[in-house]
């Protein structure tokens, strides 16, 4: 018998992503000390789990095993409890082989947290039946996958490769992406409504979330909680509170969160 898939937390941090460092702002944690203390605020705040980017010596994203392995120690014991998504993002770095090669380390430890992967990202390279296998995998091993979405056209994409049993239906989990390739990365609350619709009308059920570009962060997350969604905060995707200030830290992004959400 499979193992179970986790669902998605009801609000998941995501304290650096790839690309911002502490010249953004000096809180943004780069290290897996850094991550795990920030992910033990986050936690009391009323985080439910972390989407974990990791950084070399440079600063610069990094997908390594070995890395991730460490840092659900260190979690396990400053941060008991909270759920953890590591990333396959590619940041212009990696290639599809590589995000795969990655989950499939992960795997072989024998630890599967959750992980995080961009559709359009690990089909770059045409090799379907490669991603099919991986995802084949992760679901035999009860790793949940969650799929990023970066446009509703995406939606239907993924619909497909689950129909066509490429991506697996059990525990399904989706990611919905506002902003990030709009005038200057600032999402809306009614960018909402094309992938829900799509999402909708392809008959596609899965757990799904939302992040949010940009300073209307908190108003799109509460958008996506009203409509039944789950949700991602945190400096990789907005530094400021809702009224414009910028934030202390990754705790204060979450504290305010869970208070519109409540």
Known sequence: M????????RIMVAPNGAW??????????????????????????????IHAHLRDTAGAHLLDA??????????????????????????????PAQQRALVRNVLAMDCPPAV???????????EEAEAARLFADCDAAGMAVQHILFAADEVD??????????VPARGLQVLHVLGRYSAGQRSLSADLDAPLARQAAAGLAADWAVCAFGP????????????????????????????GSL???NAARVAEVVAALS
């Open 116 to 126: 995080s992967i961009a559709l359009r990202e690990i089909l770059a390279d045409g």
């Open 157 to 166: 994409r993924l619909a497909a490769l689950v129909a066509a049993g490429t």
């Open 20 to 49: 911002k460092t502490r010249a953004d702002h000096p809180a943004l944690p780069m290290t897996i000390a850094e991550l795990s203390d920030c992910a033990a605020a986050c936690q009391a705040a009323g985080a439910g789990g």
């Open 216 to 243: 209307a962060e908190t108003a799109c997350l509460a958008e996506a909680a009203r409509r039944g969604g789950k949700v991602r905060v945190g400096f990789e995707n907005s530094l400021h509170m809702a009224d």
């Open 247 to 249: 934030a202390r830290d």
């Open 66 to 95: 070995g890395g991730y392995r460490e840092l659900l120690a260190e979690l396990a014991l400053k941060a008991p409890g909270l759920a953890v998504q590591i990333t396959t993002e590619a940041a212009g770095r990696y290639a």
């Open 2 to 9: 499979k193992p179970d898939i986790a669902p998605l937390p």
